[in-house]
C-alpha cells in the first residue's frame, strides 16, 4: 500500500467526524422522539389551570389567541417567557388536544419561521411578516415604522369578523370565509402564499377544535377565546385536530373562499382578497 498523503489523511479524518456527528445528532432526536412519544399528557381541566390575567408590566403575550390562552391558564409558562420545543408540543395537545405530529410541526415550523431555535418567548411571534402577517382577522397592522406587531386584538376587527355569523349565534365556515374575503378586500395587494395559507390554517384550526362535529363555533366562545384569551367555560378539547383535517379545513376554506370571490365580483363589487397561486 503506498503511502497515504496527508491531504487524503485530513480528508478522511473529516468525514469520519462528520459521521460521528450525525450519528449523535440522530441518536439524540430518536431519544427525544421516544421522551415526546411517550409524554404522558394531563386532563385538560380548567379548575386546575384557571385563567389567571396576564401582567401587562411583565408577561409575554404574542398575536395568537391560542397561545396567549394557552399561558393565560398556565398551559405554557404563565410569563411567556423563553419557552421550550417541548413546552409548546405539550401545552398545544393538552389545551387544545393537537395530535402529536399536529403540534410537532406548528410548533418545529414556527420556529423554522423565525429562524430561532432555542427558547421562544411568546412575543418574539410578533415579528412582522415571519409568521405575523398583514389582514388579519384579530389585530391591525404592524405599524411601517415598527418590527414587531401589536399583541393585543382589536375588539372593532373582531365585531367586524363575529358579524358575519348568519344564524347570530355560530360562525360556520362560511361565515368565517367570507370575514377572511372582507378582510382581504381592504388591501389592494393579496397576502402572499405562505402567509395566505397560515390565515386559512388558523382558522381551519378554529373550526376543528371549537367547532365539534357540525363545524358550527359559538360566538360566545369565539370573543371570549379570542378577545379575552381566556378558555371558554364549558369547553373541552373532546376530539383530536390532526395535520391532515387542517390542511383538509384550509382547502375548503380557500373554495368557500374562491367561489364566494367569485359571487362577488359578479355582483360587481371589488375583491382582492382571493391570493394564492392559481
Ligand atoms: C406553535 C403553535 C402556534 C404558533 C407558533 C402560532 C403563531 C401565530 C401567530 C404568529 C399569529 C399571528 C398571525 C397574524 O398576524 O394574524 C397567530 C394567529 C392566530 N392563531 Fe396561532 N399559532 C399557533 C397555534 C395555534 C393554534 C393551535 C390555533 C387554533 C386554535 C391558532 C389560532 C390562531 C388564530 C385564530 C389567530 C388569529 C388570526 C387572525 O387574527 O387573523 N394558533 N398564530
Ligand atoms: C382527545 O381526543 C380523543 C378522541 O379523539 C379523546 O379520546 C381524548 O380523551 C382527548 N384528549 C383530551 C386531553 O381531551
Not at 113 to 118: I, P, T, V
Not at 134 to 145: K, M, R
Not at 182 to 189: G, K, L, P
Request: one cysteine or more.
Amino acid at each position: 500500500m503506498p503511502p497515504m498523503k496527508p491531504y487524503t489523511v485530513v480528508r478522511l479524518l473529516l468525514k469520519c467526524a462528520l459521521a460521528m456527528a450525525t450519528l449523535a445528532i440522530t441518536i439524540r432526536l430518536l431519544h427525544e422522539f421516544d421522551d415526546l412519544l411517550n409524554e404522558p399528557i394531563e386532563e385538560f381541566s380548567l379548575e386546575k389551570y384557571p385563567y389567571v390575567p396576564p401582567d401587562p408590566n411583565w408577561d409575554s403575550r404574542s398575536p395568537c389567541p391560542a397561545l396567549n390562552a394557552l399561558a393565560n391558564h398556565g398551559f405554557l409558562p404563565h410569563d411567556g417567557r423563553g419557552a421550550t420545543q417541548r413546552e409548546y408540543i405539550r401545552a398545544l395537545r393538552q389545551g387544545y388536544n393537537l395530535s402529536l405530529p399536529l403540534a410537532t410541526f406548528l410548533t418545529v415550523s414556527g420556529h423554522v419561521l423565525l429562524s430561532q431555535y432555542s427558547l421562544l418567548s411568546l412575543a418574539d411571534l410578533s415579528r412582522h411578516n415571519c409568521i405575523e402577517h398583514d389582514a388579519s382577522l384579530g389585530h391591525w397592522d404592524t405599524l411601517v415604522t415598527q418590527e414587531y406587531a401589536p399583541d393585543k386584538p382589536s375588539t372593532w376587527l373582531l365585531d367586524r369578523v363575529l358579524a358575519h355569523s348568519s344564524d347570530g349565534e355560530t360562525m360556520t365556515l362560511r361565515d368565517l370565509a367570507e370575514a377572511r374575503l372582507e378582510r382581504e378586500a381592504d388591501y389592494a395587494h393579496p397576502l402572499d402564499a405562505v402567509h395566505e395559507e397560515i390565515a386559512r390554517g388558523e382558522m381551519s384550526m378554529v373550526l376543528g377544535i371549537f367547532g365539534g362535529k357540525d363545524g358550527c363555533v359559538p360566538v360566545d366562545w369565539l370573543r371570549e377565546w379570542w378577545e379575552h384569551e381566556r378558555f371558554p367555560q364549558g369547553f373541552k378539547p373532546n376530539r383530536q385536530q390532526t395535520l391532515f383535517d387542517t390542511v383538509r379545513g384550509s382547502w375548503n376554506i380557500k373554495q368557500a373562499m374562491k367561489s364566494m370571490g367569485k359571487k362577488l365580483e359578479h355582483e360587481g363589487r371589488e375583491v382582492d382578497g382571493n391570493g394564492g397561486s392559481d
